[in-house]
C-alpha cells in the first residue's frame, strides 16, 4: 500500500515552490530581456520554471509505503524503513510544514540519505525517528494509514486512544527543542476514532 501526500497539502506545496522558482528566474530573465527582447525573457522564465518545478515535484512528493513486515517513508531526500514493532506511538510536533501528528518511533530508522550532509541534518533534528501522517493525510486515522495501522499495529492506537497522545518522556532519548519539538498545537490530535466493528 503507498500513500502519497494529500491533494491539498501538494497544491500548497508546489505554490510555493512555484512561486521560489519564478523569483529564481527573474535575474536571468532581466538579462535576457535587456540583451535580446521581452517575449524571449518571459519566455525563458516560463519555460526554466515549469522544467524545475516538474523536476522538483517528482523527486520530492512524499511517499508512505505500508505492509505487513513494516513501513518505508520517503520525502525525498532520505528514507526511513522499519518495522511495526518500531513504532513506539503517536504525538503531535512542531516540524517545517507546521504541528502534525506523527508515528514515533523507539530508535533511529534512517535507511539512506542521498548524502552525508542531509544524513547528519535528519539525525540532529530528529527526523529519523518519527514518521509524519498528519502531513500525508489530515484524516489519516479514518483513511488507509489508519487501516494499516489497526491491522498490523493495533496496541499503537489501542494504548494512545482518540487523543493520541504521546508521553515524549517514554522514549528513551528522545529529544526536545528545535524544529522537532514535541508540540501541544495538533489541529488533529482530539480527531475521534472511527468505530469498531461488532465481532
Known amino acids: 500500500m ?8 501538494r497544491w500548497r506545496n508546489d505554490a510555493r515552490t512555484v512561486a ?23 519566455a525563458y522564465a516560463v519555460l526554466q520554471t515549469a ?8 523527486r520530492y512528493v512524499p511517499k508512505l509505503r505500508l505492509g505487513p513486515g513494516g513501513l518505508s517513508f520517503e520525502p525525498g531526500q532520505f528514507q526511513l524503513k522499519c518495522g511495526w ?21 523507539h530508535r533511529s530508522a534512517l535507511h539512506w540519505a542521498v548524502d552525508g550532509a542531509t544524513r547528519e541534518r535528519v539525525r540532529a533534528k530528529g527526523w529519523d525517528r518519527l514518521v509524519p501522517v498528519g502531513d500525508l493525510d ?44 514535541w508540540s501541544r498545537r495538533c489541529p488533529h490530535r482530539h480527531e475521534p476514532e472511527p468505530s469498531s466493528p461488532p465481532p
Do not use: H, K
Request: hydrophobic share 50%.
Open 85 to 105: 514493532d518500531d513504532v513506539a506511538g503517536i504525538d503531535c510536533v512542531d516540524l517545517p510544514s507546521g504541528a502534525t501528528e506523527v508515528l514515533m518511533l
Open 20 to 42: 521560489l522558482l519564478a523569483l529564481a528566474a527573474v535575474p536571468v530573465a532581466l538579462v535576457v530581456a535587456l540583451a535580446v527582447n521581452v517575449t524571449w525573457a518571459v
Open 2 to 9: 503507498v500513500v502519497s501526500a494529500a491533494r491539498r497539502g
Open 138 to 181: 489530515s484524516a489519516w486515522r479514518r483513511g488507509p494509514i489508519g487501516e494499516a495501522v489497526r491491522r498490523w499495529a493495533p496496541a499503537v492506537l489501542d494504548e494512545y486512544g482518540a487523543e493520541g497522545r504521546f508521553t515524549a518522556a517514554r522514549l528513551a532519548g528522545g529529544r526536545r527543542g528545535g524544529r522537532g519539538a
Open 51 to 58: 522544467f524545475l518545478t516538474y523536476g522538483v515535484r517528482r
